[in-house]
């Protein structure tokens, strides 16, 4: 595809009496709207080279610039000079490349020979999978597809959070109470049970705390029993979680959990004593951070346990050893940031130049209408519920507006847990927000299934058309604002792949479809696309066909699924 800011790069270079190229990227804006142009070249910072007033400078210039056949006006206004694209040259480009390039459309190479990981949703065992856990498993899903687009070679890590005190206590709690059978029957359920049960408890019971500890150390220890009940307790809950990953269609690499760095722990501690970091604290063994305005690292309890950031540091050290990565990115709630600023502190003060390569990817929060997610005190709403409820609420609208729809179930699926993850990446990533049934279960406005709706009416209308894209078109047909409006959203699409990368934000994608959605039904409703006379009706065709294909590519990174009728 033409990079037509590059093209104003290029003419700009030829007369600028040796401003760099560099420097004349910097000083392109975008006007805020297209009768002011589509790039638009500030004069001011040249005025001192110049010696000249910036309005003259862009007077000057703009008379000079040879913009070729790229653009169809180029104006000074002011200290501005303003360039037009040549629209039947972007109808051109765009429809072409966006024809000869398909799915791969939007996707570079920019990642080629360089390794990412992306570690998402990694639930703890035995605790429900709930609704809190959709940000990090949708977020990190999709950043890996946005990733693996760009070339890189991408791995999904799932640190299952299958190790910790809380394993002492479920072992504590079941020696107390615990049933087999019941587990056995509604497995996550009960274990959530014994361990709401067990925190009930030692709020009365001190001692049951020291009990809890005792048999983690014993499950560290490697005691049989404890290990046996722990590792059936870890085989259940993937069973469990397994069904939500199958909903919503996503996958792991690596389901290596915190436990797998269990006995590379004391090599990673004894290296942090050779190089003189560690410190005693009341037994505990610490790392002080202060110089770097943060508490200090807890890296091993006075019982000798070990503790979660020891797992993480330990855990980063594995996965540069074992996969050499250039980026190791952890999609985690921002209640961690410290956690991780730590961590990766401490990986950094043990010598190792790749903590830069360590990026946690922070997202806010979810709470319930009526206050906070608790699993210890059993305020929880279960994942594999919303899913479910919303694959059957989308079915009910199906069977209402198409009853006739062949494989309505499947596609009932398609759209229900698109519109969950649609909902879950539409806004920055960062922000809090209340979970609603009804926001989330709502067709309205902008939300996924009006994406896949559009892709829908976009596939029966090339259908209907007897569409081939191989046909040739007149792309100078399609002049209209709604038409090049609509392409112009088209050929942006792949920077807002690329800045959805850099900032680790699926949204900018999510908002760049519903942008091109939107426009697509603008044209829809202004242009007679099957009506229209034939060398018009093939050129409108073909923008839908070329639309069509770029919000299945963006559905996609997404992770959501881009159904040909709904
Ligand atoms: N299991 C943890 C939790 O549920 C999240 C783990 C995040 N990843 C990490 N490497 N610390 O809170």
Redesign the pocket.
């Known amino acids: 595809m033409i990079d037509f800011k590059q093209e104003v790069v290029e003419a700009i270079f030829e007369v600028g009496n040796g401003l760099d190229k560099e420097e004349i990227e910097s000083l392109i804006e975008i006007p805020p709207s297209y009768d002011m142009g589509d790039y638009a070249f500030a004069c001011f910072r040249l005025a001192k080279t110049y010696r000249k007033a910036p309005n003259l400078i862009a007077k000057e210039l703009a008379v000079e610039i040879d913009g070729g056949d790229c653009f169809q006006k180029i104006e000074s206004v002011g200290p501005y000079i303003n360039f037009f694209i040549n629209k039947a040259k972007l109808t051109k480009t765009v429809i072409d490349s966006i024809r000869e390039r398909g799915t791969e459309f939007g996707s570079t190479d920019i990642g080629q020979g360089r390794k990412a990981l992306v570690?998402f949703s990694?639930?703890?065992i035995a605790k429900p999978f709930h609704i809190g856990h959709i940000r990090s498993t949708v977020i990190g899903n999709s950043l890996y597809k946005i990733f693996k687009f760009q070339g890189f070679d991408t791995e999904r890590l799932n640190?299952?959070?299958d190790y910790g005190t809380q394993f002492g206590m479920l072992i504590a709690a079941y020696r107390k109470w615990g049933d087999m059978e019941a587990i056995e029957a509604d497995p996550i359920n009960e274990l959530l049970k014994l361990y709401v049960k067990f925190n009930e408890e030692a709020e009365k019971d001190e001692s049951l705390k020291e009990e809890a500890r005792y048999w983690f150390k014993e499950l560290e220890n490697g005691n049989e029993d404890a290990l046996e009940l722990w590792q059936w307790i870890r085989d259940v809950s993937l069973k469990e979680f397994n069904k939500v990953y199958n909903l919503l269609g996503i996958e792991f690499d690596s389901y290596t959990g915190e436990s797998f760095y269990s006995d590379k722990m004391p090599g990673v501690i004894e290296e942090m004593e050779q190089k003189g970091l560690l410190e005693e604290s009341e037994g505990a063994a610490i790392i002080d951070l202060e110089d770097y305005g943060m508490p200090p690292a807890l890296i091993k309890k006075s019982d000798g346990s070990t503790l979660?950031t020891t797992r993480?540091i330990a855990?980063a050290i594995y996965r540069k050893e074992h996969y050499n990565f250039n980026k190791n990115i952890?999609v985690?709630?921002s209640q961690?940031n410290l956690?991780f600023k730590q961590w990766i502190k401490v990986i950094e003060l043990m010598g190792y130049d790749w903590a830069d390569d360590c990026v946690h990817v922070p997202f806010g929060m979810v709470s319930l209408e009526d206050g906070t997610l608790s699993t210890r005190r059993g305020r929880v709403v279960f994942l594999e519920d919303v899913l479910e409820k919303a694959i059957a609420s989308t079915l009910k609208i199906m069977e209402e507006r198409n009853p006739d729809l062949d494989n309505k179930e499947e596609v009932a699926k398609e759209v229900g847990i698109g519109a969950i993850i649609f909902q879950e990446l539409f806004n920055n990533r960062i922000k809090d927000y209340v979970f609603s049934w009804e926001r989330t279960l709502s067709f309205e406005g902008e939300t996924g299934p009006y994406v896949q709706y559009t892709h829908a009416r976009a596939n029966s209308l090339l259908q209907k058309g007897n569409f081939n894209p191989d046909d040739a078109i007149d792309y100078a047909l399609l002049d209209n604002d709604d038409e090049i409006g609509l392409i112009r959203l088209l050929y942006k699409f792949p920077d807002a792949v690329i800045d959805a990368l850099d900032r680790y934000e699926p949204s900018i994608i999510t908002r760049h479809i519903i942008e091109i959605t939107k426009a697509f039904n603008k044209f829809y409703n202004s242009c007679p696309v099957l009506s229209a006379e034939k060398e018009l009706k093939s050129a409108r065709l073909m923008l839908v066909y070329v639309t069509k294909m770029v919000l299945k590519v963006g559905l996609g990174l997404l992770g959501i699924k881009a159904p040909d009728r709904m």
């Open positions: 570690e990694s639930p703890n640190h299952l959070g979660y993480d855990a952890y985690v709630g961690q956690h």
